[in-house]
């Protein structure tokens, strides 16, 4: 079954139709638990599609069908960490990764009374991120990982079926992006929610991704897809594998037969 | 600075290079705690002595140690105008916060209302409150009434423009991180705009606290007959000069007082915008 289902969306930036047209027939389908990652020329449209997706922006044309449900709204069973952590600065780190417990239906009006179970819940998934130790901290006391890593945890806390990842390690150096690598693998392994990971990174797409999507330069839509049969779980090595090799070296054409099509 | 980078490199393996730093920082913290003490009394001696070395009458500009005198004998009467003036500052110092904060989140809140109010506001915000008060006292008589009005009316807009201006200036992102989990406006102004706005909003009491004491005052040697701007119009008018000056003395103190308290205020509740360092450090370098 289809849990996330994007049928022929096109999406025009502003408002007199004069905008930036950042989507064009743009078809997507993900089933229940998949980990698919979409990977693209820069300026593709890939963050607009996480936008479409979660409901932020409202398609231009097209249907959005999430879980079974038309997306008119902001949907409340999605996690969403962005390549840049956006923490609030005046809250600690557990404080920010309760957050979507304040706002999201049941959790909000269940918190009050069962705050000790939350508040284990949030310490074991930091624990988890290897952030143990740092729940008091604020987030300017984090490194930029450390942050991405407790962005990461906020995106989970309220269980969501749906995962969006938005370039979130892009701005880490490569040791650390790897080891959140891991770290979102084994989220996904004990979670199975559905995860869309939007990235420019090849290596990345190939290594986490059971499914990877090339869009195609704006206005973006989906060129080429390919499966990623490697075993899981899987390490770090095998991106160095032939297999990987062979299917990063596949996409990297894709994007460059796209980046020549669009010049 | 210029001699200590030699020292640090001579015995660099054996010794962390923050450590020759640390005394002339500690010196200068110590220093920081008393230099306004200190600027104060310079203040008093040099006055003191500009007045006896120019021999200046003390109905033209008193000396201090006269100004401490009079206050001295009139220490009652000074008190009980002090307090009047004080409650009269407060209450509406305490409106304007209110006012300002829930109009600011309005106005900030929604780029419609903002630019449909703004130059309104601003509009209304260039008339001299001098001007409005024999307004006030022709609508509420003379008393305690205009004055109240009149520390409201000017020290409201700076809260008022500060809390829009924290509200609206939210980063997008943060907002969208509210917005993927379903929240509706007003949680995203409860959770991410009023918050950021902390900071903004306790800038403008500092500045609102002494403009609030300015309106008070300014409307009490107009139109009351208590308060500490009586008081001062009274003693010039006998020329008791030394007293009226014991007056303006007397409102420094509170305005200094109440600066104090938002300031504790602040730090309590914003330490996060400061990144923890102590307040007074950051203008320094």
């Known amino acids: 079954m289809n849990f996330v289902d994007l049928d022929r969306v096109s999406l025009r930036y502003g408002e007199d139709g004069d905008g930036t047209l950042a989507l064009q027939g743009t078809t997507l389908r993900v089933t229940s638990g998949e980990f698919v990652a979409v990977v693209g020329p820069s300026g593709c449209g890939k963050s607009t599609l996480m936008k479409v997706v979660t409901g932020l922006w ?14 008119t709204a902001p949907l409340s069973i999605v996690g969403m960490a962005f390549q840049n952590p956006t923490l609030l600065p005046w809250r600690t780190t557990l404080d920010n990764v309760m957050l979507p417990l304040e706002i999201v239906s049941p959790h909000c009006s269940r918190l009050r009374k069962e705050r000790a179970a939350y508040v284990a819940k949030a310490r074991d998934l930091l624990a988890l991120v290897g952030l143990k130790g740092f729940e008091d901290h604020f987030p300017w006391q984090l490194s930029g990982g450390m942050q991405q890593r407790a962005s990461l945890c906020r995106a989970l806390i309220h269980d969501p079926s749906l995962l969006m990842l938005d370039e979130p390690f892009a701005a880490l150096d490569m040791f650390t992006r790897e080891e959140l690598w891991l ?4 989220l996904w392994l004990a979670r199975a929610p559905t995860v ?29 897809e390919r499966a990623v049969d490697l075993p899981r779980p899987r390490r770090l090595e095998m991106t160095y594998e032939p297999l990987s090799v062979a299917l990063v070296q596949e996409l990297r054409e894709h994007i460059s037969a796209a980046r020549a099509a669009a010049a | 600075m210029s001699g200590k980078p030699d020292m640090v490199a001579s015995d660099a393996l054996d010794a962390p290079p923050a450590r020759p730093r640390k005394r002339p920082l500690l010196r200068r913290k110590a220093l920081r705690r008393v230099l306004p003490w200190i600027v104060i009394v310079a203040i008093f001696v040099l006055w003191e ?26 220490r009652w009467p000074i008190l009980e105008n002090s307090w009047q003036t004080f409650m009269t500052t407060v209450v509406g110092f305490g409106f304007a916060v209110i006012f300002g904060l829930v109009a ?15 130059p309104a506001l601003v509009g209304f915000n260039s008339i001299p409150k001098v001007a409005v008060i024999p307004i006030l006292v ?3 008589g003379i008393g305690t009434v205009p004055a109240i009005i009149t520390a409201f009316l000017i020290s409201f807009f700076p809260i008022l423009v500060n809390v829009a201006a924290g509200i ?7 907002k969208d991180v509210l917005r993927a989990l379903g929240a509706r406006r007003w949680q995203v102004i409860q959770k991410v705009g009023l918050p950021r706005s902390m900071p903004y909003f306790f800038a403008s009491l500092k500045v609102a606290i002494t403009f609030a004491f ?26 008791e000069v030394p007293l009226a000056f014991a007056g303006l003395l007397m409102t420094s103190i509170m305005g200094i007082g109440m600066y104090l308290v938002a300031t504790f205020v602040e730090r309590r509740t914003t330490g996060w915008a400061t990144r923890g360092v102590d307040m007074a450090v950051t203008p320094g370098t």
């Open chain 1, 58 to 71: 409202p398609p231009t044309a097209g249907t959005v069908i999430v879980s079974g449900r038309e997306v």
């Open chain 2, 214 to 239: 300015v309106g008070s005052i300014v409307a009490e040697t107009v139109a009351a007959n208590k308060g500490i701007g009586n008081l001062m119009l009274v003693a010039s008018s006998r020329f």
């Open chain 2, 168 to 174: 609206a200036t939210v980063e997008p992102e943060l």
């Open chain 1, 183 to 186: 770290a979102v693998q084994d």
């Open chain 2, 49 to 74: 002595f500009v007045v006896r070395a120019f021999a200046i009458e003390q109905f033209v500009l008193p000396a201090p140690s006269a100004v401490f005198a009079a206050g001295w004998e009139w």
């Open chain 2, 138 to 140: 022709i609508w509420f």
């Open chain 2, 104 to 118: 600011g989140v309005v106005i900030g809140s929604s780029t419609l209302v903002y630019d449909g109010f703004y």
């Open chain 1, 196 to 224: 869309i990971l939007v990235t420019h990174d090849l290596r990345e797409a190939v290594f986490l991704a059971d499914r990877v999507l090339v869009m195609s330069a704006r206005p973006g839509r989906i060129i080429a």
